[in-house]
């Protein structure tokens, strides 16, 4: 993915486990298209339905079964504390206020509630989510996409999306602790007319959505390994996150000091040009 597909895709990875953005962008590009791909999923086979609360089940449920779009994203597994991942996935404010900290882009996020959050991503793709379910093992977000814009400024896409992170947790011979996690997206378009460019883009918006998901899951296990190798820096970013609660940011503090790294580094990151490329390669 190269201009400004990755600046889209990288703004939006920062925010709500890095994708729900990043689908806006997808859908924007779908109606330039959007795509087919629907097939019946049984949601109970994908998230403990009995778990998720009362009034947002019928309309997890409803995503799932009735995607226009489904893309799983493979297993990463990388070496980090479980405390820590959690904080991480669990407070996306931190998240991305990390991620912005690092490279210059428009987005915005703001806290509604306790689980819901809004953002933009300043090219006319807008989300609103909330988790319906955090557990160690599994999270999932239901989310509203909008995207208003196109050529003459006159394109409107509404979606609605579930995004699901499953997580597992082992420790190697060593007893360092590791993390196994893949992350799964089902979209719905609700927008009315969408199918008339759908064939001719549906290779399109399929791809955008595999770049996306993978990069998904990349995002949060580079965000990890930053955090213990730049913990001076990590905690100065979080500490004036103000989207982030005081009982959080407390908690991030005191989580990052338990884990910081003998050798870790008192500078911050570099900005890379490519967020896949190992931070331990590049300090200041």
Not at 88 to 105: C, F, G, M, Q, S
Not at 162 to 172: D, I, K, N, P, W
Not at 176 to 182: F, K, L, M, N, R
Not at 197 to 225: H, N, Y
Request: a positive charge; proline letters at 6%; charged letters at 25%.
């Amino acid at each position: 993915m190269t201009g400004s597909s990755r600046d889209r895709s990288r703004s939006a990875v920062g925010k709500a486990l890095g994708v729900l953005l990043a689908l806006g962008a997808c859908l924007a590009q779908g109606t330039a298209g959007a795509g087919i791909g629907r097939g019946k999923v049984e949601p109970a086979h994908v998230v403990p339905m009995d778990q998720i609360p009362a009034e947002f089940r019928e309309q997890v449920g409803e995503v799932i079964r009735e995607h226009t779009f489904h893309r799983k994203g493979d297993a990463e597994a990388f070496p980090c504390d479980p405390s820590l991942y959690l904080s991480l996935v669990n407070e996306p404010a931190i998240t991305l206020a990390l991620w912005k900290d690092l490279a210059d882009n428009p987005v915005r996020m703001r806290r509604l509630g306790p689980d819901s959050y809004a953002g933009e991503d300043g090219s006319g793709s807008s989300a609103a989510w909330r988790f319906v379910l955090r557990s160690p093992k599994v999270h999932v977000i239901l989310a509203n996409l909008s995207y208003l814009g196109g050529p003459r400024g006159n394109t409107q896409i509404e979606a609605r999306a579930v995004l699901v992170l499953h997580t597992g947790y082992y420790r190697e011979v060593n007893k360092q602790p590791y993390i196994q996690h893949d992350v799964e997206a089902f979209v719905k378009i609700d927008s009315k007319g969408w199918k008339t460019l759908a064939r001719t883009f549906r290779p399109l918006i399929e791809k955008l959505m595999d770049e996306q998901v993978k990069e998904a899951g990349q995002f949060i296990s580079l965000m990890t390994r930053l955090v213990v190798t730049y913990p001076n820096w990590a905690t100065e970013v979080a500490t004036r996150e103000p989207e982030a609660t005081p009982e959080t940011r407390a908690q991030f503090r005191q989580l990052v000091a338990q884990h910081r790294l003998p050798d870790a580094s008192e500078g911050r990151p570099v900005v890379m040009a490519d967020a896949s490329q190992d931070p331990e390669s590049r300090r200041r």
